[in-house]
């Protein structure tokens, strides 16, 4: 009796939030210094993952078949290979392949996912085979679908309070219609899901959807339908606001729950997309919540101010490329704690000068740090960002909503190197300890 009491308890702990699904973005393969993510060190994750997504494919605007993105390092590197055969040692680890991912840029053929739903059956048919025999060829559990769908228009927060006649235009320009299309494409999408569920059941292959950061999931998923053909579902619940989307203001990018007292869009936060899925009935248990391992960073003019309250004024669009990330606007953890001040920036000057951090005690929205503009020579950059607290507390959040787990974006911008406390991986374990 006694034991079947503790049994039943070890079930009942162990049962929520389970899931620690891991983006690996093999491009990070590919990057210069100490950005660079090799195979030793991409190992030391594998054992804090339940699921690691492998990005990503891209599809064919002629044909619609899917394929790698950098064929010389997947296939001929084996990098495929060399991922899919970690699951012998770490035998728990489900690997999935993912397409899309906002990383299938084709300047030609920027809606080549929407004609993908478009198209004739034949046509989808060839896109589906060749999915499936990328994810059978290389030994993949599954695919996921990183869809690249149309997203939300980014809106300017000040400036527009009030102003009725432009909100009243904007809705008869169709400003805020980005697909006309939307109930449409909703049923497509569900079909093309159903059929790449079907062309994976006979293999038992695990198909989950990537909810890409600002696609819209009232315009574009059929919930209740999606439920029945999909394993889990990752919320890229993060990106709300970016220095590229929103070049004038910076803000929280990925709050937990909305910041109050401006004029923010309510949809824009964690809680909101969360709440969005239960309510339309998706199961809490196959609901992962997105976080993300890199921060946000605007570059700041003099008229933003020196307080870096947000919303913050003035901005100018992406900061600098980072050394690690090499991407405009984004940095990673280490690069972001490297900056943040410690016994080696101290004394620095200029662009090298340390970042004032402002943490979070509420636990609602996230940390953000920066660095007024001084005189000529010094930057202003305000980023926002999850460290391994702010992650933690996402983490809580996803227990106490007894939701599948965390999905983790990604690992290539984690600390993996243990730069910045010795850890390697902080935001990946904080997570893992708290799920
Ligand atoms: C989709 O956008 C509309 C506004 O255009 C908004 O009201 C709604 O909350 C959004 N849905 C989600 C899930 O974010």
């Known amino acids: 009796m006694r034991q079947f ?7 009942a702990v162990t049962s929520a939030a389970s899931n620690l699904v891991c983006y690996y973005d093999s491009s990070s393969y590919t990057r210069e210094g100490l950005g660079k ?10 054992q804090f993952c339940s699921h690691l997504v492998y990005g990503y494919m891209g599809i064919s605007a002629e044909n619609f078949q899917a394929h790698s993105l950098n064929e010389n390092l997947d296939v001929y590197k084996h990098q495929f290979s060399e991922v899919t055969s970690f699951k012998r040692k ?66 300017k927060v000040h400036g527009e309070i009030g102003s009725v006649w432009k909100s009243f235009k904007k809705l008869f320009t169709g400003d805020f219609v980005v697909d006309p299309n939307a109930a449409l494409h909703k049923e497509q999408f569900t079909a093309l899901v159903r059929d790449v569920k079907d062309s994976l059941r006979a293999d038992g292959f695990l198909l989950s959807l990537t909810v890409l950061p600002n696609v819209n999931s009232t315009w574009h998923f059929d919930i209740p339908a999606l439920n029945g053909l999909v394993d889990f579902v990752n919320l890229a619940a993060f990106d709300f606001v970016t220095p590229a989307r929103n070049p004038e203001e910076a803000d929280y990018s990925a709050p937990l729950y909305e910041p109050t007292g401006q004029n923010r869009l309510s949809h824009y936060n964690a809680d909101y997309q969360v709440q969005y899925w239960l309510q339309q009935g998706f199961p809490a248990s196959k609901l992962n919540l997105g976080v993300a391992t890199y921060g946000n960073a605007w570059k700041l003019s003099p008229e933003s101010g020196l307080e870096g309250v947000p919303i913050v004024a003035n901005t100018e669009g992406n900061s600098a490329e980072g050394l690690q990330s090499q991407k405009a606007g984004l940095l990673s953890f280490p690069e972001i704690c490297s900056k943040l001040s410690n016994p080696q ?6 662009n090298d000068s340390p970042l004032k951090r402002v943490t979070d005690p509420s636990k609602r929205f996230g940390n953000y740090a920066f660095r007024p503009v001084d005189g000529a020579v010094t930057e202003g950059i305000w980023i926002s960002y999850d460290d391994a607290d702010a992650a933690s507390n996402k983490a809580a959040y996803v227990r106490a909503k007894n939701l599948g787990g965390v999905a983790l974006f990604d690992l290539s911008y984690d600390d993996f190197r243990g730069l910045c406390t010795n850890d390697k991986y902080p935001i990946l374990r904080s997570i893992k300890y708290r799920l």
């Open 90 to 155: 770490y035998p728990h680890l489900k690997v999935l392949l993912s397409i899309g991912g906002d990383h299938d840029i084709d300047l030609e053929h920027p809606n080549k996912y929407i004609e993908l739903l478009e198209a004739e059956k034949v046509r989808q048919t060839a896109f589906i085979h060749s999915a499936y025999a990328l994810v059978k060829n290389y030994g993949f559990d599954g695919l996921d679908l990183a869809y690249q769908l149309p997203k939300n228009k980014p809106r």
């Open 345 to 350: 920036n101290q004394y620095l000057k200029g």
């Open 37 to 46: 993510l090799l195979n030793p060190d991409l190992e030391i994750a594998l």
């Open 5 to 11: 009491i503790l049994l039943s308890f070890f079930v």
